[in-house]
C-alpha cells in the first residue's frame, strides 16, 4: 500500500519566494497533520484536518502559513512569503484519528 | 500547554544490550505511541496503546502505558545496528486532539 506521499523532497529558495508543499495522504484516512522539525524545537504541530475540515491551526507560526485540503486526497501548505527561519523538515502525517503514518517529508532551505 | 518529557535524551550501548526509554506527561493522556526516524527519513510507528496498563510488543521492542495514565516506557532487547535512530514517543490527552511528540532519545549502537 502507498503511505503518505509529500513533494518536493527537497526544495531550496531563496528568501520572499513563495514555497507550495504538497501531500496526499493514505486512502481512507480521515485525519492529515502537517508538522514541522527542527532541531531547536523537534516536532512540532502546525495543523491539522479531520474530514478535509481544519480542526486545530494554533500551531501556524504565522499568516504567512496557509494550509489548505480542497479533497480527502490532497493537502498543501503554503509559505508566503518565505523566510531563513522557515528552514526545516515538514512532515506530512494521516491516519484513522491519532494514530498517524509519516511521509518522508519536505526538506526546506531558505536562503 | 501540554508537555512531553522524554528521556535519556541519548544512550550509547553495546550490541546485544538491552535498552529502556520513557515518556512522562504533565496530564492523564489517552494514547500513547512510539516511533523511529532514521536519518534522512519520516518517523515510523513501531507501537500504539490505548489503555492504561496495555503491554503490546513488536518484535524485540515491548512498551506500555502506564498505570497512571502519565507516563509510558519502551523496552529494546538484544540490540543490533539497525537499531540506530532517535526514538520519539507521542501521545493525546483527548480523542480528537493531535499528537504532542517528545523530544526524542537518539539511540547508537556499537558493535
Known amino acids: 500500500d502507498a503511505g503518505v506521499i509529500q513533494s518536493p523532497r527537497h526544495e531550496v529558495t531563496e528568501m520572499g519566494q513563495e514555497v507550495t508543499l504538497r501531500c496526499k495522504p493514505i486512502?481512507?484516512?480521515?485525519?492529515l497533520f502537517w508538522y514541522r522539525q527542527t532541531m531547536m524545537r523537534g516536532l512540532e504541530l502546525l495543523i491539522y484536518f479531520n474530514n478535509n475540515v481544519p480542526i486545530d491551526d494554533s500551531g501556524m507560526p504565522e499568516d504567512r502559513f496557509s494550509a489548505k485540503m480542497p479533497n480527502a486526497s490532497f493537502s498543501t501548505l503554503k509559505i508566503q512569503p518565505s523566510e531563513p527561519r522557515d528552514s526545516a523538515v515538514y512532515f506530512c502525517?494521516?491516519?484513522?484519528?491519532?494514530?498517524?503514518?509519516f511521509g518522508e517529508g519536505s526538506w526546506l532551505t531558505v536562503v | 500547554g501540554q508537555q512531553l518529557n522524554q528521556s535519556p535524551q541519548s544512550m550509547f550501548i553495546q550490541e546485544g544490550e538491552d535498552v529502556s526509554m520513557n515518556c512522562t506527561s504533565s496530564?492523564?493522556?489517552?494514547?500513547w505511541l512510539w516511533y523511529k526516524q532514521d536519518p534522512g527519513e519520516g518517523p515510523v510507528l513501531l507501537i500504539a496503546?490505548?489503555?492504561?496498563?496495555e503491554l503490546t510488543s513488536n518484535g524485540r521492542l515491548t512498551a506500555q502505558f502506564g498505570i497512571t495514565r502519565k507516563d509510558s516506557f519502551l523496552n529494546i532487547s538484544a540490540s543490533i545496528p539497525s537499531d540506530v535512530g532517535i526514538y520519539f514517543c507521542?501521545?493525546?490527552?483527548?480523542?480528537?486532539?493531535?499528537?504532542?511528540f517528545g523530544k526524542g532519545t537518539t539511540l547508537s549502537v556499537s558493535s
Open positions: 486512502s481512507g484516512h480521515n485525519s
Open positions: 507521542a501521545g493525546s490527552f483527548l480523542a480528537g486532539t493531535a499528537l504532542i
Open positions: 496503546l490505548y489503555k492504561a496498563g
Open positions: 496530564s492523564i493522556f489517552n494514547t
Open positions: 502525517a494521516s491516519g484513522p484519528g491519532n494514530t498517524i503514518y
